[in-house]
C-alpha cells in the first residue's frame, strides 16, 4: 500500500507567504537550473542566496539545494525579497474586526498585495505582521493609487461565503471621485461599455461590444471647474471607474494612467488619486446581519 505523504505549506516568513511554482517535466540538470530558466528576471545568485538561508524548500519541507538533481512535478515554495522597497509613509486603519472578516481604511498609495517592487509595504503584509494572522486573504482589491474599504477574510473555513458575495454582486460598493465638470452631460447616468486590455500590461480600454462593464453615476456636488462624484460599480472590470470618467472625459484628478500614462517610477505624494471606496453595504453570510461601513478618508481635490 502506497503511503501518500502530506504536503507541507511552508509559514509566512515577518508576515511574508511564500510563492509557489510546480516544476513540469523538462532537461534541467538541477533545480537550481529550472529556477533560473523559469524566472529569467530574477539572476541565478538570488536562487543561491535563498537556497543559502532556507527560502527554498520542497512540498515535503525539505530544503533545495543548489546540487539537487532535477525533479519534474513536484512544489517548490520560496520567499521573495524585495531589496530596496521603498517606504510608504501612509498607514492603513482597522475599522472593523471579528473572527471571520476584517475591515480597513487604506490610505492612497498603499498596495493591498505583494507585487512587484512591494512586498512589506502592502496593506496585506502589514495587517499580518501587525496581527499575526497568517490566514488573511483580501476578499476584493483596489488599485494601489485609490484609498478606502478593503474586505479581508481572516479564516478558509469562511472566505467563500464572502467571496460568493463579489461573484454574486451582493456587495454595494459606493465611491467618490473628483473630476472636471461639464454642463453638457446630464446626471444621473449610467455608462455601460466593453471593458479589456489596451496592449500595456497597467492599461485597460473600451472596445466595441458587448458591455461587461456597468456604473452609475450622479454629481455630488459642483465647485467651479470641478465636481464631486459618486459612483456605484454594478460590476467589477479592473480600472472600471477610471476608464469609464476618462472616456466622458472626466479623467478623475491625479490619475497618472487615464488618459495619459505617466511614466513609471514617478509617485507624487501631494498629488493623490481623487478616488476613494467610500462605502460597503451588504447582507454578511455568516451572522446574516446587515452591515455597512464608511471610510473616514475624504478627498482634497475640490480644496
Known amino acids: 500500500m502506497t503511503t501518500v505523504q502530506p504536503v507541507v505549506v511552508p509559514p509566512a516568513r515577518d ?5 509557489c511554482v510546480v516544476v513540469p517535466p523538462g532537461p ?30 520542497d512540498d515535503l519541507g525539505v530544503p533545495v539545494t543548489a546540487e539537487r538533481p532535477f525533479q519534474s512535478h513536484l512544489r517548490l515554495y520560496y520567499y521573495r525579497d524585495v531589496p530596496h ?3 510608504i509613509p501612509f498607514f492603513e486603519v482597522i ?4 473572527d471571520h472578516l476584517i475591515v480597513v481604511d487604506k490610505p492612497h498609495f498603499l498596495p493591498v498585495m505583494p507585487s512587484g517592487g512591494y512586498l512589506q509595504e502592502t496593506v496585506l503584509v502589514r495587517l499580518k505582521r501587525r496581527l499575526g494572522i497568517d490566514t488573511l ?11 478606502g474599504l478593503v474586505m479581508f477574510s481572516v479564516q478558509p473555513a469562511s472566505r467563500g461565503a464572502y467571496a460568493a458575495l463579489f461573484r454574486a454582486r451582493g456587495i454595494v460598493k459606493t465611491y467618490e471621485a473628483v473630476a472636471p465638470w461639464r454642463e453638457d452631460l446630464v446626471f444621473p447616468l449610467t455608462r455601460e461599455s466593453r471593458i479589456q486590455e489596451a496592449g500595456h500590461f497597467m492599461l485597460q480600454q ?4 458587448v458591455p461587461n462593464a456597468v456604473t452609475q453615476m450622479e454629481v455630488i456636488e459642483v465647485c467651479g471647474p470641478l465636481a464631486r462624484y459618486r459612483l456605484n460599480p454594478v460590476t467589477g472590470q479592473r480600472h472600471q471607474l477610471r476608464v469609464h470618467m476618462a472616456a466622458l472625459g472626466l479623467p478623475i484628478l ?7 500614462l505617466t511614466p513609471e517610477g514617478q ?11 467610500k462605502s460597503v453595504a451588504f447582507k454578511d453570510p455568516v451572522t446574516g446581519k446587515s452591515r455597512q461601513f464608511e471610510s473616514q478618508r475624504t478627498l482634497t481635490g475640490l480644496g
Open 206 to 209: 473600451e472596445v466595441p461590444g
Open 137 to 147: 486573504v483580501p476578499i476584493h482589491r483596489i488599485d494601489r493609487d485609490t484609498a
Open 254 to 260: 491625479g490619475d497618472g494612467l487615464y488618459p495619459t
Open 15 to 19: 508576515g511574508v507567504g511564500p510563492s
Open 267 to 277: 509617485v507624487d505624494y501631494a498629488h493623490p488619486l481623487q478616488l476613494l471606496a
Open 95 to 98: 475599522l472593523y474586526q471579528n
Open 28 to 57: 534541467w540538470p538541477t533545480l537550481l537550473a529550472f529556477l533560473t530558466a523559469r524566472f529569467a528576471s530574477v539572476p541565478q545568485a538570488v536562487w543561491l542566496a535563498r537556497m543559502a538561508q532556507g527560502k527554498v524548500v
Open 85 to 87: 522597497e521603498p517606504r
